[in-house]
């Protein structure tokens, strides 16, 4: 091997080397919610906290930086959520995403007060999610829609 081709080959070979930690990650899997409670009630606004469980298929662990969501409840919007801090994700294994709802009560009041009772209801959660590793960050949207049973009382 000559001079002139060492830094292609060297190329080549990192390129090779680097390319399976390139690939895009695959989707969450949606698993369940716990530990659902109501942080603040009140007539105009509320909060309710509760944890996401995800699954993670991918071969490598990930980091959640940031959550932008809004929650629909038999097709009424409930509220809206936001997180900012980093979750750690692990490679091939379930973890938690804990979240905190901002509740506009006049839609809960006015639609969907009867859902939460027991009943399985329509929820459906749009947005979007950023997620990477190593400091490189990706924005993902967020499309669920499935059946659930809430519980309060």
Do not use: H, W
Request: proline share 5%.
């Amino acid at each position: 091997m000559n001079r002139s081709t060492l830094p292609y080959f060297l190329l080549l070979l990192i390129s090779i080397l680097i390319m399976p930690s390139c690939r895009v990650p695959q989707e969450l899997v949606y698993k369940d919610f716990k530990n659902f409670s109501i942080k603040k009630l009140g007539f105009s606004n509320s909060e309710i906290k509760m944890e996401l469980i995800y699954y993670n298929p991918n071969n490598f662990g990930l980091q959640l930086k940031r959550t932008d969501l809004d929650i629909f409840i038999d097709g009424n919007y409930l509220g809206q959520t936001s997180q900012e801090f980093q979750v750690s994700i692990p490679k091939r294994a379930d973890f938690a995403i804990p979240l905190t709802i901002k509740v506009d009560m006049k839609n809960v009041f006015k639609n969907a007060i009867s859902s939460l009772f027991g009943q399985e209801v329509l929820v459906r959660i749009t947005g979007k999610v950023k997620v990477g590793k190593a400091n490189v960050y990706k924005s993902f949207p967020v499309i669920y829609e499935g059946k659930q049973q809430f519980q309060l009382f």
